[in-house]
C-alpha cells in the first residue's frame, strides 16, 4: 500500500520570535520531522552552516532557481536579502507520506498559502513586544540599524496572526515545539 501524500506544516511569525530556536529544538528531539532548508543571499550569522541553517547562495544562482520555478516561495526580507523554498525536496517528502515543515517568513507563507491552501498555517507568536524587542537586541548579530528595520517589519509580521489556523507562543521553547508537533500530528 502507498502512503498518502502527508500535510505541509508552515511555521512563521515576526523576527526574532525564535522560529530558528524552536525548528532547532525539533531537530534535536524530533528527528522524524523533515525541515525544509531555506535558500538565502545573505552571509552566515556566526556558527550557522551551509545546508543545515541555510543554503547560502550568490544572488545570481537565487535568480536562476526564481526563473526556473525551483522555489515554492521566495521573498526579500528587511529589504535587502533573498530567501526561497526549493520545491523539488518538500513535494519528494510529501510525496512520501512524511511530516514536513517549512520555517519561512510571512510573505513566503502568503505564497505557500496560494499554491498549497490545504497546508497547516501556523503562527509563532512572543509573549509580549518587550520580550520580542530584548530576543532581538539580545542575539546581537544585527546593527542597530538593521534592528530598526527588524523592529518595523516585526511590527507589521505581528498585524497578520489572524492570516494563521494556528497560533503558538513561544514563552518557552520545549514547550512551544512539542505544540508544534501535536498539531502536525507526530507522536512524541
Do not use: C
Not at 31 to 47: E, F, H, I, N
Amino acid at each position: 500500500m502507498t502512503k498518502q501524500p502527508a500535510r505541509l506544516t508552515v511555521l512563521a511569525g515576526p523576527t526574532a520570535v525564535g522560529k530558528g530556536t524552536v525548528s532547532a529544538d525539533i531537530r534535536a528531539r524530533y528527528p522524524q520531522v523533515w525541515l525544509s532548508v531555506s535558500m538565502t543571499t545573505r552571509d552566515p550569522r556566526p556558527g550557522e552552516v551551509d545546508g543545515l541553517h541555510y543554503h547560502f547562495v550568490s544572488p545570481e544562482r537565487f535568480e536562476e532557481m526564481v526563473e526556473h520555478g525551483d522555489l515554492l516561495e521566495w521573498a526579500v526580507v528587511h529589504g535587502r536579502n533573498r530567501y526561497g523554498t526549493p520545491r523539488g525536496p518538500v513535494l519528494e517528502r510529501l510525496a512520501a507520506g512524511e511530516p514536513a515543515l517549512l520555517e519561512i517568513d510571512l510573505q513566503g507563507a502568503r505564497q505557500v498559502r496560494r499554491t498549497m491552501p490545504d497546508a497547516r498555517f501556523v503562527f509563532l507568536a512572543p509573549p509580549s513586544w518587550d520580550e520580542l524587542v530584548r530576543r532581538l537586541v539580545g542575539r546581537g548579530t544585527e546593527s542597530a540599524e538593521e534592528r530598526e528595520r527588524r523592529l518595523e517589519t516585526a511590527r507589521v509580521e505581528l498585524a497578520a496572526e489572524p492570516e494563521f489556523d494556528h497560533v503558538i507562543v513561544n514563552d518557552d521553547v520545549h514547550r512551544a515545539t512539542d505544540e508544534l508537533v501535536r498539531l502536525m500530528g507526530v507522536d512524541a
